[in-house]
């Protein structure tokens, strides 16, 4: 086993995730807070994406603003996969606590972002014809992000390799449905302030006439 630093375990199982997340597993490292700043650059990644990519290859760019898309597509998706992940392990007799599928499910997005921000820079220097840099960059981090998930899954619950992707699959289900009943419970909630808001004015203004 090894021993490092905060950052050194983060560095540790992104670059030897086999035996990284069963090191971190063991040796009850991952901090919280890291996961936390982490989730924050996927934000970050996401409004630097969204405005400062290069023109020629920016097709997302709009001139009014809106944050609350990205921080569904990042934030809110991100917690989404946590809960859904926990709320199946139980299901499929996993070991995994809620902290640690958040720390662990953090530590593999790193790639991701990391290659999501030097994407963005290529894309301000890079002409049309070089693009395929571009999606070489993007893929790499998705690619490594996906492999590190994995193990991160299989570690974090101590799963066989065919148990963690089918309870990767059916986290992403539990994650639709989660999403699913979020929208229908805002829904409800935005139709009976709507009714309540009516009966209130209604009651205004018969007795102020």
Same mark, same amino acid.
């Given at each position: 086993?090894?021993?490092?630093?905060?950052? *050194?375990?983060? &560095?540790?199982?992104?670059?030897?995730?086999?035996?990284?997340?069963?090191?971190?597993?063991?040796?009850?490292? *991952?901090?919280? &807070?890291?996961? !936390?700043? =982490?989730?924050?650059?996927?934000?970050?990644?996401?409004?630097?994406?969204?405005?400062?990519? *290069?023109?020629?290859?920016?097709?997302?760019?709009?001139?009014? @603003?809106?944050?609350?898309?990205? =921080?569904?597509?990042?934030?809110?998706?991100?917690?989404?996969?946590?809960? *859904?992940?926990?709320?199946? /392990?139980?299901?499929?007799?996993?070991?995994?606590?809620?902290? &640690?599928? /958040?720390?662990?499910?953090?530590?593999?997005?790193?790639?991701?972002?990391? /290659?999501?921000? =030097?994407?963005?820079?290529?894309?301000?220097?890079?002409?049309?014809?070089?693009?395929?840099? +571009?999606?070489?960059?993007?893929?790499?981090?998705?690619?490594?992000?996906?492999?590190?998930? =994995? #193990?991160?899954?299989?570690?974090?619950? #101590?799963?066989? @390799?065919? &148990?963690? %992707?089918?309870? !990767?699959?059916?986290?992403?289900?539990? !994650? %639709?449905?989660?999403?699913?009943?979020?929208?229908? +419970?805002?829904?409800?909630?935005?139709?009976?302030?709507?009714?309540?808001?009516?009966?209130?004015?209604?009651?205004?203004?018969?007795?102020?006439?």
């Amino acid at each position: 086993m090894y021993e490092f630093s905060t950052l *050194g375990w983060l &560095k540790h199982v992104i670059f030897h995730p086999v035996e990284g997340f069963e090191d971190l597993r063991w040796k009850k490292q *991952g901090s919280l &807070k890291v996961a !936390m700043i =982490i989730v924050l650059l996927l934000f970050v990644y996401m409004v630097v994406d969204r405005q400062l990519t *290069g023109f020629q290859f920016n097709n997302a760019y709009v001139k009014v @603003f809106n944050v609350v898309p990205l =921080i569904v597509q990042s934030v809110v998706y991100f917690f989404t996969w946590v809960i *859904g992940n926990w709320a199946l /392990c139980t299901l499929f007799d996993g070991e995994g606590t809620l902290k &640690k599928i /958040c720390i662990y499910s953090a530590y593999a997005l790193v790639p991701f972002i990391v /290659c999501g921000f =030097i994407g963005v820079i290529m894309s301000n220097v890079l002409v049309q014809e070089e693009s395929i840099w +571009l999606t070489a960059i993007n893929w790499l981090g998705i690619g490594w992000s996906v492999v590190l998930m =994995i #193990q991160a899954m299989r570690a974090v619950h #101590q799963y066989t @390799f065919g &148990k963690t %992707l089918l309870s !990767m699959f059916f986290t992403v289900v539990a !994650m %639709l449905l989660i999403l699913f009943l979020a929208i229908l +419970l805002l829904s409800l909630f935005q139709q009976v302030y709507v009714f309540g808001y009516s009966v209130y004015t209604e009651i205004a203004y018969r007795i102020r006439g």
